[in-house]
């Protein structure tokens, strides 16, 4: 079966987007092309925190998207569902240093870790601070102890655009660290899968469900969950989903949450809508308070279908900076 | 144990050390081997992880074979095994770069400014190897990781040595043990990267790191053999 | 083949995607169940045009996710891919109007076109001056004469962000009339599917493409196009698109555009941006430079693989209403 | 001609003229008949179209008949033909929606308040009718539309009163003229609606509009019949 995608050779995939996304955002960002990373058009911005991400491409429009005004400084995107390496994680890092130290948003993943502790330490040589913070709100992989630990998946958004307002009002380096890692820790995902997606270099999907399958628990990379399941209706599906996430931090009545309901690339809105629709009257029944909202593809596994609602934790602190300004590809308002 | 598998002792002792032709024999025939099982990796890793394996080793040593041409004559193997470590380090990305990276620096470190290496030097450049990936990773054996390889390959190489066999010898008693070790992850469950999401789901399949690092140390056995 | 979507009942599909919208965005909209329509929460705007849109559902965000400020004051949601009847489109018509006229801005599909063209006689008998423009951006279709007429396709959310607006800065309707003809005028688009999509009461794929072959030309409803050919590298893809694009209006060198690259819904965001890349580097090469960008999914076909090219000619007052503050749930700029 | 498409004299001339009740049962028949050929439809339209035509008609005549339910005792056919088109206009949606409400409405304006309808009656009903979707959606015989369907059946009625025929005997006329202009849209190029875009690509299939035209126009021949 030939692959089917609107690219020219697998090589030039992710070297070709971020082409494109430059010729498209050149308001927003800049980019260097080797080593590969993206920034704000105006980095470094002096005095300001800076806030790098990156990892594996084929997650669009994370982490190039959120670059910008109120979020990301920079963004290293790797090849597909591959870490990039410490090189341009470093570089990124030089180049939107402003003096006031550097935040490394780390997804959970081995080789994230290790590339971007690698780079961390580069930098710390030349005398940039570094801190790192590790994504891990999948609730999906039950037991960290016998894993590499929880995987970093669409909180990350969350986290991200929360982070990046609190960098942008001038908050320090402790600070910045401090509400990155509480995000993290009010934030929970699960996601299902209804179809794999095709990394181009390889050709093939990268795993197998029957017609009538679907993979509870999918990792972004199309990393297995945790049960293979015969396709439900969307409603038992969401339950499934939220069941596990409302449990773990637990949310409770009384709670006030930002609700995001993220497609995997190739579910469409329509689709998203009706997930919204029964994670909002599921929270609605225990008590908790929908406050804030994201609908739409914004952690993405190519053109997977498929999507992962996460529920994070609201207080007066990141509600407002939620709703700080933001100016970048995939998410903008304010401004 | 297959045919490939069986030590060639007569040609494997025909080199007493390995010097700096060696290890860039090595590191071509590595290149040559991961770009032979490029797409047999990827399948590995596709069944148990996120399908790149062969890709970003594949990725990784093409990126050192136009430096190896270039370098200066007269080189080390450390300084050869180094220049190995930064391109895997700046290239191979995921899990595997700085994992290998890892090794091949602290190999660098082990061997120093030597101009070749005993079976002796060999052990101790294998042990630091390994040391640098678990280091890095804190991967234990028994985690379904490319250190189920390599802990096996450095105790036999040990007990080799210790056996007074050449380095020849040394190099085949470590792949073997990797090739065993490499099989010997099939039945696990991976408590370590991306397989470890798996649970039970990964009972059956080979990790795809323990392959890449039986091919790497198969590679530097048969250099010697051949040349 | 099971299809394979995360939907409850297929006839409730459009209720409960319309109800998970209004849970999403409370803060922008107000939805009407029944007769069903998507409004501006404000609405009706005292002595502003007011601007209805709508169409068959499975084209998200299009056209509910562009109601807000600055662009359409309501949305008709008719079922997937059909034509919303003569009442909602009436009731839209009435919670809308501000007292300065209604516009209605059809895609060119003898359903809606109809549909429409009812509604807003009802409206007219009860004192509703109202227009309507008809969007047909499409040049896939070549013969107009022996045709229905070109297809409103990706084109549509161009003039509606223009024409709304013209419409917020107080434009009266013949002004808002003349731009939004103005727009539809200047832009033209065509598209390209991979894959067909599957309409949920239908259980089956509209078309059917061998695994290497695609549709140019294609319809968002999954309307044959100009021509089936074999899977071609992304370039030329976009060179076979781009072409009778740039000749059709003609754009010519010295030419400023808008350059819109639409997802149809399954296609990944990488490959939006390597379409993007190439058909800036053929503008480039011609002379016409991109002043303006847009990209991502606006107006799909449901999970359909695919993209749509737009190039809209700017000028001035164009450039300075797209640029204009808009605040709907899919495009959010300026406030 | 099929079997079903034989006219049957005997039984069509039972009734002279065609009352209330009658028009109930044919909207009745009618919503039957479209449920069961929903899938035909839809995959008729899927072929040249959007693959909704048997929803889009289904969905409309499910949504008349608890109206019909509701209908005063004594109301004339032109009571019930504008139920119905006032029911699809604001159900049917798509093409078919105004097309058809028009024709409805149009019928009904045709009979006015008449109590009954006649041969004569009968054929200004149906011109009526056709004319409505003409004026709406402006196509001619040969476009490929349901008016080559409808036009076929309007002229066959027209000659068939000439020749003095009772309403049964017109109605299967229309009907029986209605099937071969149905037929007879499958060699054609289509110029209007949805099918007009795939040029050359729709010869070979039939027009799903024309179809649904002569099933409508078939029960309201067939209920007289079994009446
Ligand atoms: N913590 C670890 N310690 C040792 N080896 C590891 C560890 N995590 C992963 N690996 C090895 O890395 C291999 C996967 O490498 P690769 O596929 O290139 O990277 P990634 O998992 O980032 O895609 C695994 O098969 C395993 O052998
Ligand atoms: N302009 C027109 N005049 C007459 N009939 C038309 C016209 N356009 C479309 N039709 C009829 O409508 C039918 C399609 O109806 P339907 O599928 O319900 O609507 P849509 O095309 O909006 O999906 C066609 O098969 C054709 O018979
Ligand atoms: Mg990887
Ligand atoms: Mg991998
Ligand atoms: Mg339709
Ligand atoms: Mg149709």
Redesign the interface.
């Known amino acids: 079966m030939v692959m089917k995608k609107l690219i020219n050779d697998p090589k030039n995939v992710v070297n070709e987007a971020v082409a494109g996304f430059e010729a498209a955002h050149g308001d927003i960002v800049r980019v260097s092309h080797d080593p590969m990373f993206i920034a704000r058009s105006d980095a470094p911005v002096q005095g300001k925190v800076g806030i790098v991400s990156g990892g594996g491409s084929g997650h669009e429009p994370l982490h190039g998207g959120f670059v910008g005004y109120g979020m990301l400084d920079a963004a290293v995107p790797g090849a597909v569902f591959t870490s990039p390496t410490p090189d341009p994680i470093l570089a990124a890092t030089q180049a939107v240093d402003g003096g006031a130290g550097v935040l490394h948003i780390v997804k959970n993943y081995t080789g994230d870790v290790l590339n971007f502790e690698t780079a961390a330490d580069l930098a710390g040589a030349e005398g940039i601070e570094v801190r790192a913070v590790i994504i891990n709100d999948d609730v999906a992989v039950k037991d960290s102890l016998y894993t590499a630990g929880r995987r970093g998946v669409a909180g990350t958004v969350l986290v991200e655009k929360i982070t990046g307002a609190a960098a942008e009002r001038g908050e320090d380096l402790d600070t910045v660290v401090a509400i990155a890692e509480k995000v993290n820790s009010r934030v929970r995902t699960m996601g299902v899968a209804l179809t794999p997606c095709v990394v181009p270099h390889a050709g093939e999907p990268s795993f197998v469900l029957a017609d009538d399958e679907i993979e509870i628990g999918i990792g972004i990379h199309g990393e297995p969950g945790r049960e293979r399941i015969k396709l439900e209706p969307a409603d038992a599906i969401v339950d499934r989903l939220l069941g596990p996430i409302l449990e773990d931090l637990p949310f409770v009545s009384g709670d006030e949450v930002l609700l995001f309901v993220n497609g995997l690339g190739g579910t469409p809105q329509i689709e998203l809508y009706i997930v919204f629709r029964r994670a909002a009257e599921v929270l609605a029944e225990k008590g908790i308070t929908v406050t804030r909202s994201l609908v739409g593809n914004y952690t993405t596994s190519l053109e997977m279908a498929g999507t992962s609602i996460s529920v994070l934790k609201l207080d007066d602190e990141l509600t407002g900076l939620w709703d700080a300004p933001v100016q970048t590809a995939a998410l903008r308002w304010g401004r | 144990m297959t045919l490939n598998d069986q030590p060639n002792s007569a040609l494997a002792d025909a080199a007493p050390r390995l010097d700096a032709a060696w290890t860039v024999r090595w590191i071509r025939r590595s290149a040559e081997v991961l770009a032979a099982n490029r797409a047999a990796l ?1 399948t590995l890793d ?1 069944e148990i ?4 394996h062969g ?2 080793m594949d ?1 990784g040593f093409q990126a050192v074979l136009p430096k190896l041409d270039a370098l200066a004559e007269g080189t080390t193997p450390g300084a050869v095994l180094k220049l190995v470590a930064t391109t895997l ?11 290998y ?1 890892t090794a091949f620096l602290k190999a660098a470190g082990a061997v120093g400014a030597a101009e070749s290496v005993d079976a002796a030097a060999l052990v101790v450049l294998l042990t630091a190897a390994r040391d640098g990936i678990v280091l ?2 804190k991967a234990e054996e028994g985690d379904k990781t490319m250190i189920d390889a390599w802990t096996p390959a450095v105790n036999a190489a040990s007990s080799a040595q210790a056996a007074g066999s050449a380095v020849g010898t040394v190099l085949l008693a470590a792949a073997d043990a990797a090739a065993d070790g490499a099989q010997a992850t099939e039945p696990l ?6 397989a ?3 649970g039970e ?1 990964a009972i059956g399949h080979r990790d795809p790191g323990s392959q890449s690092t039986l091919l790497l140390l198969r590679a530097a056995a048969d250099v010697l053999a051949t040349a």
């Open positions: 990827n596709r992880g996120d399908g790149d890709e970003n990725r380090i700046s290239t191979v990305g995921g899990a595997a770069g700085p994992l990276g890095r990773g469950v991976a408590r370590k990267g991306r470890s999401y798996l789901r």
